[in-house]
């Protein structure tokens, strides 16, 4: 009797294998991609277009082993995030007002994940709004560059294998990235403590219209970026600068929709921030950026376009 298994069950074997494979690397996937993108509509996107380009190819029956699955999946990850950032650009030219990324949130005092260790400094959480904010200012591979490195550890001969380039270029568009980068924002990383305060006092302040208190609390030249989306309420089409004028901005706009909002404190990109509901249903999420070494706020981030706040609640 043959000992060779029906071709269905080889099929079958190999799908599994392949999408067992795949959810291990889900994460990574997730987190890198959308690091590049700043939505996470898109990257579930680029993530099914990865998964299927690796079944075709892993869960084929009779496919060669691939030897490195990792570098496989981040490659194909990676490249198809380049090519969805065209379509994004284009969407962004018709974009109402600022734009700012998807707010990712996980809870306020989640847990571990299984696993963390050795590797957690790839899989972490994403990188914070004011930062994803500045990448937006790079080109896409600049940024592609920089997410890999800076972010995830890769070495530039990795990032050079990934993209298609040559070290030289890759350790050219690195340099770049970094500078830009850090010529707007400066590494640091705030008391969580501290954060959490200040969020806490701002968050009452913008709902109940405290002025006096929203003056105490703003940095001299403090910026809002309020994201509607033409959709929603939101401080115009331009981010507003400046203590007074961003007060007055968040004074008004309290007096009218401030009434009747519940907040709730979440862990949003990585930090403390507010989510503001009406009626039970997410109305806006409210991040701030501190001055470093300080309890001022230098960026408010006031995310209030419903279709980015589909998952939240």
Not at 69 to 80: D, E, G, S, W
Not at 205 to 227: H, I, Y
């Given at each position: 009797?043959?000992?060779?298994p029906?071709?269905?069950?080889?099929?079958?074997?190999?799908a599994?294998?392949?999408?067992?494979?795949?959810?291990?690397?889900?994460e990574?996937l997730?987190?890198?991609?959308?690091?590049m993108?700043?939505s996470?509509?898109?990257?579930?996107?680029?993530l099914?277009?990865?998964?299927?380009?690796?079944?075709?190819?892993?869960?084929?029956?009779?496919?060669?082993p691939?030897?490195?699955?990792?570098?496989?999946?981040?490659?194909?990850?990676?490249?198809?995030?380049?090519?969805?950032?065209?379509?994004?650009?284009?969407?962004r030219e018709?974009?109402?007002?600022?734009?700012?990324?998807?707010?990712?949130?996980?809870?306020?005092?989640?847990?571990?994940?299984?696993?963390?260790?050795?590797?957690?400094?790839?899989?972490?959480?994403?990188?914070?709004?004011?930062l994803?904010?500045?990448l937006?200012?790079?080109?896409?591979?600049?940024?592609?560059?920089?997410?890999?490195?800076?972010?995830?550890?890769?070495?530039?001969?990795?990032t050079?294998?990934?993209?298609?380039?040559?070290?030289?270029?890759?350790?050219?568009?690195?340099?770049?990235?970094?500078?830009?980068?850090?010529?707007?924002?400066?590494r640091?990383?705030a008391?969580?403590?501290?954060?959490?305060q200040?969020?806490?006092?701002?968050?009452?302040?913008?709902?109940?219209?405290?002025?006096?208190?929203l003056?105490?609390?703003?940095?001299?030249?403090?910026?809002?970026?309020a994201?509607?989306?033409?959709?929603?309420?939101?401080?115009?089409?331009?981010?507003?600068?400046?203590?007074?004028?961003?007060?007055?901005?968040?004074?008004?706009?309290?007096?009218?929709?401030?009434?009747?909002?519940?907040?709730?404190?979440?862990?949003?990109?990585?930090?403390?921030?507010?989510?503001?509901?009406?009626?039970?249903?997410?109305?806006?999420?409210?991040?701030?950026?501190?001055?470093?070494n300080?309890?001022q706020?230098?960026?408010?981030?006031?995310?209030?376009?419903?279709?980015?706040l589909?998952?939240?609640?």
């Amino acid at each position: 009797m043959s000992d060779i298994p029906p071709a269905g069950s080889a099929r079958e074997t190999a799908a599994d294998e392949a999408t067992k494979v795949f959810v291990d690397h889900r994460e990574l996937l997730f987190s890198i991609v959308y690091d590049m993108l700043g939505s996470v509509a898109d990257t579930e996107d680029v993530l099914q277009e990865t998964w299927l380009a690796w079944t075709s190819r892993a869960g084929a029956p009779g496919a060669e082993p691939i030897a490195a699955p990792r570098a496989y999946l981040v490659r194909i990850a990676v490249n198809k995030a380049l090519a969805r950032q065209a379509v994004i650009s284009r969407r962004r030219e018709t974009y109402i007002g600022p734009w700012l990324p998807e707010p990712l949130i996980t809870p306020l005092a989640a847990p571990p994940a299984p696993g963390d260790g050795a590797e957690a400094a790839e899989r972490t959480e994403s990188v914070s709004m004011a930062l994803l904010v500045v990448l937006e200012t790079l080109t896409p591979l600049e940024r592609a560059v920089f997410v890999l490195h800076e972010l995830f550890g890769y070495a530039h001969t990795e990032t050079a294998d990934i993209l298609g380039r040559t070290p030289a270029a890759v350790r050219q568009l690195a340099h770049r990235a970094r500078e830009h980068v850090h010529a707007r924002r400066p590494r640091y990383r705030a008391d969580p403590r501290l954060r959490q305060q200040v969020t806490e006092r701002f968050a009452a302040a913008v709902s109940g219209g405290d002025l006096q208190t929203l003056l105490e609390l703003l940095a001299p030249d403090v910026t809002l970026w309020a994201d509607g989306g033409g959709k929603a309420t939101a401080a115009g089409r331009r981010p507003v600068h400046g203590r007074d004028k961003v007060a007055r901005v968040l004074s008004a706009g309290a007096g009218r929709t401030g009434r009747g909002l519940d907040i709730r404190y979440e862990r949003i990109n990585g930090g403390p921030s507010a989510v503001l509901f009406r009626a039970g249903s997410p109305f806006a999420v409210l991040v701030v950026d501190l001055v470093p070494n300080s309890a001022q706020v230098q960026g408010i981030y006031f995310v209030t376009n419903p279709d980015k706040l589909s998952r939240v609640g």
